[in-house]
């Protein structure tokens, strides 16, 4: 069963948004779990992998307005907007980990909230583009999102990001708790949307997959970067394997040293 078309996504934004991070700091209370990172976010799709614990989650949080963040986060030139409904304004969207759909809410209705600041003829206009990009879900347009599959509800919660017609869309974990070839199928997806225009970042725990889709990836370790290339040579690199692992910063970034060409400094971004 394939959720997706042969031909490209269209729904997004119309630009090819650019993040960049410098100096970011960011955690819970007063206690940091990131500390001065810097990365950057290009056209196409950029993975972060990383062992649980490492920051991953709280880097999107922190790039989404959900918890306070240090440091300089610009989009396409411009300072990124502190509050959350601002971000979505300027044309960033987050997928949570979890999904976070309505489950008693139609799959149509938990769409339509993916577009509600929008006019009410341009919601219709997207919420077709969304079936037509999706076409799993319009069969499925009238059913509770509770009673759905977790891939299907992963899909809704695709699909009612890109309702907001985002320039740059974020994902949490995306493939945790399905089933390979459901991970397959959505990873192929989200490459899909990053080929057709909306620049993509995942955080993904499936580095081999993960890797094998993305152009470009930074490993995160205990709040830090530990290496960062194209996703080509960290996918040959011994240093993904080590953070995946969850081993020790020294000795992750001795195995990092030894990568070669897919290492970079920590915190130092890549061209």
Not at 44 to 63: D, S, Y
Not at 90 to 119: C, D, H, K
Not at 257 to 263: K, R, V
Request: proline residues 5%.
């Amino acid at each position: 069963m394939m959720w997706y078309r042969d031909t490209p996504f269209v729904l997004g934004g119309s630009e090819r948004a650019h993040l960049k991070v410098e100096g970011l700091s960011a955690g819970y209370g007063a206690f940091l779990v990131l500390r001065d990172l810097n990365l950057e976010v290009r056209p196409g799709l950029t993975v972060v992998l990383g062992p649980n614990g490492a920051g991953k989650t709280t880097l999107l949080k922190a790039l989404n307005g959900l918890i306070r963040r240090q440091g300089v986060v610009t989009l396409d030139g411009g300072d990124l907007p502190e509050k959350t409904n601002e971000i979505v304004q300027a044309g960033m969207a987050l997928v949570a980990e979890g999904r976070q759909l309505f489950p008693q809410m139609t799959v149509t209705e938990n769409l339509e909230l993916g577009g509600w600041l929008t006019p009410k003829a341009e919601r219709a206009r997207r919420l077709e583009q969304a079936f037509a990009d999706f076409p799993k879900l319009r069969e499925r347009a009238q059913q509770l999102a509770g009673t759905m599959s977790g891939g299907e509800q992963q899909m809704v919660a695709v699909a009612r990001a890109m309702m907001s017609a985002p320039r740059l869309l974020m994902l949490d974990e995306p493939s945790l708790g399905l089933a390979p070839r459901m991970v397959d199928e959505l990873l192929g997806m989200v490459r899909r949307i990053a080929d057709a225009g909306t620049t993509v970042l995942m955080v993904e725990q499936n580095v081999k997959k993960a890797l094998a889709v993305a152009d470009r990836g930074y490993v995160l370790e205990r709040g830090t970067l530990v290496a960062s290339g194209p996703a080509r040579l960290l996918a040959r690199s011994s240093v993904v394997r080590e953070a995946y692992l969850g081993a020790s910063s020294t000795v992750a970034h001795g195995a990092a040293t030894a990568a070669g060409a897919a290492h970079r400094r920590p915190n130092a971004p890549t061209a």
